[in-house]
């Protein structure tokens, strides 16, 4: 089963770098013992880095040494807040915790402290990125978007929507990265992902929550053999959430520089990039 996307163009040939097709990111939520136990040691044996979107006071929260265990293997850490504050629709929210407890305030000060916890564990100020707890970007009663203040601390931001990121489609929102969660399909459909952004030259993003255990899990076996799939193509460029979005940034920031130089009645300003 393929997820099917309007218009869907593909992106420039030479768009990834190395001469690469396109990029996958695998991309991990919430610091869970399952990541420690599965993740980890199948990574290693893929050779492939990930990003590991972890929590401050959360009950699945890791050690230091953890987090040590993490870095050290050359896997990125990034931001998630801190109490995961989510819509309280959801009856496993704690009170107090949702979304619509936050004002501008409380979150700004939330997301300094999980800015500063990253920075604290190895990840360069300016570099650090972030995933939106529940895909939910905004706070308080009047639901307003908090999007602009993870703007002002972090890179870049992946969200919960649906798809593959796809470069000939226009400039990518790099705060509101598309991704594919992993349990939510067979492994038929995981792989058949990979195949649609390999046909796209597209930026498809992995998003996993439990490996093998814990919540909203895909199973170890199942993750081992998407890892497999992407270890026997040569042509993806597997990157953490980091290094993907940077090369996507300079790509776009090349691309409109080069179009707002162009002289007018020129084949380059025939076209404006989006």
């Given at each position: 089963?393929?997820?099917?996307?309007?218009?869907?163009?593909?992106?420039?040939?030479?768009?990834?770098?190395?001469?690469?097709?396109?990029?996958?990111?695998?991309?991990?939520?919430?610091?869970?013992?399952?990541?420690?136990?599965?993740?980890?040691?199948?990574?290693?044996?893929?050779?492939?880095?990930?990003?590991?979107?972890?929590?401050?006071?959360?009950?699945?929260?890791?050690?230091?040494?953890?987090?040590?265990?993490?870095?050290?293997?050359?896997?990125?850490?990034?931001?998630?807040?801190?109490?995961?504050?989510?819509?309280?629709?959801?009856?496993?929210?704690?009170?107090?915790?949702?979304?619509?407890?936050?004002?501008?305030?409380?979150?700004?000060?939330e997301?300094?402290?999980?800015?500063?916890n990253?920075?604290?564990?190895?990840?360069?100020?300016?570099?650090?990125?972030?995933a939106?707890?529940?895909?939910c970007?905004?706070?308080?009663?009047?639901?307003?978007?908090?999007?602009?203040?993870?703007?002002?601390?972090?890179?870049?931001a992946?969200?919960?929507?649906?798809?593959?990121?796809?470069p000939?489609?226009?400039?990518?929102?790099?705060?509101?990265?598309?991704?594919?969660?992993?349990?939510?399909?067979?492994l038929?459909?995981?792989?058949?992902?990979?195949?649609?952004?390999?046909?796209?030259?597209?930026?498809?993003?992995?998003?996993?929550?439990?490996?093998?255990?814990?919540?909203?899990a895909?199973?170890?076996?199942?993750?081992?053999?998407?890892?497999?799939?992407?270890?026997?193509?040569?042509?993806?460029?597997?990157?953490?959430?980091?290094?993907?979005?940077?090369?996507?940034?300079?790509?776009?920031?090349?691309?409109n520089?080069?179009?707002?130089?162009?002289e007018?009645?020129?084949?380059?300003?025939?076209?404006?990039?989006?």
């Amino acid at each position: 089963m393929l997820i099917s996307f309007p218009a869907v163009a593909t992106a420039q040939d030479g768009y990834w770098p190395e001469g690469k097709t396109f990029c996958v990111t695998l991309t991990y939520d919430d610091g869970l013992p399952s990541h420690l136990e599965h993740a980890l040691p199948q990574l290693k044996a893929a050779a492939f880095k990930g990003t590991f979107f972890w929590l401050g006071e959360e009950v699945h929260r890791w050690s230091q040494d953890d987090l040590d265990q993490v870095r050290e293997a050359g896997h990125e850490l990034a931001g998630h807040t801190i109490f995961h504050p989510c819509p309280r629709k959801f009856d496993w929210v704690k009170a107090g915790n949702a979304s619509e407890d936050y004002n501008d305030e409380r979150m700004a000060k939330e997301l300094d402290k999980n800015l500063a916890n990253q920075i604290n564990n190895g990840v360069e100020q300016g570099t650090a990125t972030f995933a939106y707890p529940c895909g939910c970007t905004y706070i308080d009663e009047d639901k307003h978007s908090y999007v602009p203040l993870v703007k002002e601390r972090f890179f870049a931001a992946r969200s919960t929507r649906n798809g593959i990121e796809v470069p000939g489609n226009g400039n990518i929102d790099l705060f509101d990265v598309k991704t594919i969660a992993g349990d939510q399909h067979d492994l038929a459909f995981q792989l058949a992902q990979v195949d649609a952004a390999k046909e796209a030259n597209g930026w498809l993003v992995f998003m996993f929550h439990g490996v093998g255990g814990d919540h909203l899990a895909i199973s170890a076996d199942d993750h081992r053999e998407i890892l497999r799939a992407l270890q026997e193509d040569d042509s993806v460029w597997v990157a953490t959430f980091q290094e993907a979005a940077a090369w996507v940034k300079s790509k776009q920031e090349n691309a409109n520089a080069k179009q707002d130089n162009a002289e007018p009645g020129t084949p380059d300003s025939a076209t404006k990039v989006k």
